[in-house]
């Protein structure tokens, strides 16, 4: 896949990572709505998309297995996971044919449009017998956008933040647990994106 490609290329994938990780380690979310966009600039979107599968998968389930209170945020969360992985595999089929313009603006809107959210003073606070009906919703679009551009977390963050009383290392966890829903139907375009037409 990316051995096709020149040096350069590679090592700016590889710094693109980086920072994703950097962000990650510092913040706890954020990797693919910096990392996507960097190695789009060299490689086609969906290959960028499809790359950070695994490097998302492992660093979730490791800071899962790191949380605290991990079944009490199964326990809780479980009907929104299951959201995700629906949303997702929608979002997954929709990338295995959609044109790679088409693909660029989805991108570019989901990132404006969450940096406009986060700056504005909009904040959503859910009551909490609204908590997993919400969930159901916050969970399918994070899925459909998380497919199609592996930019699971803006709608995550604007559910989460929404609750009451989730103070950070449960906020950690439960983003990390809700990640990982994203691992089967992903599968799928990274397997994809290592033939030779994808690349």
Request: hydrophobic share 55%; proline share 7%.
């Amino acid at each position: 896949m990316l051995a096709e490609y020149a040096p350069w290329i590679i090592g700016w994938c590889f710094f693109a990572l980086w920072c994703g990780g950097f962000i990650k380690g510092a913040l706890g979310v954020g990797t693919p709505l910096l990392t996507v966009p960097m190695m789009a600039l060299v490689l086609p979107p969906q290959m960028a998309i499809a790359i950070m599968a695994i490097p998302v998968v492992v660093a979730n389930l490791w800071q899962f297995a790191q949380a605290e209170r991990s079944t009490a945020v199964i326990a809780r969360f479980w009907p929104t996971f299951l959201a995700i992985l629906v949303g997702t595999w929608v979002g997954v089929k929709i990338l295995s044919v959609i044109d790679e313009k088409t693909l660029l603006v989805v991108v570019g809107i989901s990132v404006i449009g969450f940096a406009l959210l986060q700056g504005s003073r909009f904040r959503l606070h859910l009551p909490d017998p609204m908590v997993k009906p919400a969930g159901l919703f916050f969970g399918g679009a994070s899925g459909l956008i998380g497919g199609l551009s592996s930019f699971f977390g803006p709608m995550l963050i604007v559910y989460l933040i929404s609750i009451r009383n989730l103070d950070k290392n449960q906020f950690v966890s439960s983003i990390s647990f809700l990640y990982v829903s994203a691992v089967v139907p992903w599968i799928r375009p990274w397997r994809r994106s290592r033939s030779p037409s994808a690349c």
